[in-house]
T-cell receptor
Framework: AQKITQTQPGMFVQEKEAVTLDCTYDTSDPSYGLFWYKQPSSGEMIFLIYQGSYDQQNATEGRYSLNFQKARKSANLVISASQLGDSAMYFCAMREGWYNNNDMRFGAGTRLTVKP | SQTIHQWPATLVQPVGSPLSLECTVEGTSNPNLYWYRQAAGRGLQLLFYSVGIGQISSEVPQNLSASRPQDRQFILSSKKLLLSDSGFYLC??????????FGPGTRLLVL
């Protein structure tokens, strides 16, 4: 079964507007971490934001915020004031458990295009 | 600060030829190291991870292997490449279970 689901293969947003990229996950482990990465055309995976399963507040990093809804098992990424440089693939990932080192699972990704 | 290097950046190899991709990390000790593969337009697939020198765990059985001869060096190898080995190979490091940070990647095309 898919651990991480990103249902939007592609998204378009107008420059300076906000956009939400969806991510749902599946785990029975009470301890997990959720990550978002950005992959521009150069290929490098750039870490954006992290949310722990026990964190009480939604994570924020500059223009990035994570809308964490634990009961729904969703961890949507919100990008405010989109910029042309935000055009890229975005991947949601999950790390389950506390003692394993090999359990980072990635979604299929969403391609975001920012229109001028 | 920590940096991660991968080389080569791009590689074109014939089917049946050997492969060696190298990844090195600077600025940290005893990192966890990972090899991922990304097929065109797809997500990442974990291939190998290592928690220490000589300690390799394989996630997907295939004709690839990994080695960690030094604390901050991770090598991905193959004795005979297949067409299906084409893809984008990413190395990553983490401290324990913290965030994974990725290198610039190697684009491999097997012809």
């Amino acid at each position: 079964a898919q651990k991480i689901t990103q249902t939007q293969p592609g998204m378009f947003v107008q420059e300076k507007e906000a956009v939400t990229l969806d991510c749902t996950y599946d785990t029975s482990d009470p301890s997990y971490g959720l990550f978002w990465y950005k992959q521009p055309s150069s290929g490098e995976m750039i870490f954006l934001i992290y949310q722990g399963s026990y964190d009480q507040q939604n994570a924020t990093e500059g223009r990035y915020s994570l809308n964490f809804q634990k009961a729904r098992k969703s961890a949507n990424l919100v990008i405010s004031a989109s910029q042309l440089g935000d055009s890229a693939m975005y991947f949601c990932a999950m790390r389950e458990g506390w003692y394993n080192n090999n359990d980072m699972r990635f979604g299929a990704g969403t391609r975001l295009t920012v229109k001028p | 600060s920590q940096t991660i290097h991968q080389w080569p950046a791009t590689l074109v190899q014939p089917v049946g030829s050997p492969l060696s991709l190298e990844c090195t990390v600077e600025g940290t000790s005893n990192p966890n190291l990972y090899w991922y593969r990304q097929a065109a337009g797809r997500g990442l697939q974990l291939l190998f991870y290592s928690v220490g020198i000589g300690q390799i765990s394989s996630e997907v059985p295939q004709n690839l292997s990994a080695s960690r001869p030094q604390d901050r060096q991770f090598i991905l190898s193959s004795k005979k490449l297949l067409l299906s080995d084409s893809g984008f190979y990413l190395c990553a490091w983490s401290v324990g279970k913290e965030t994974q940070y990725f290198g610039p990647g190697t684009r491999l095309l097997v012809l």
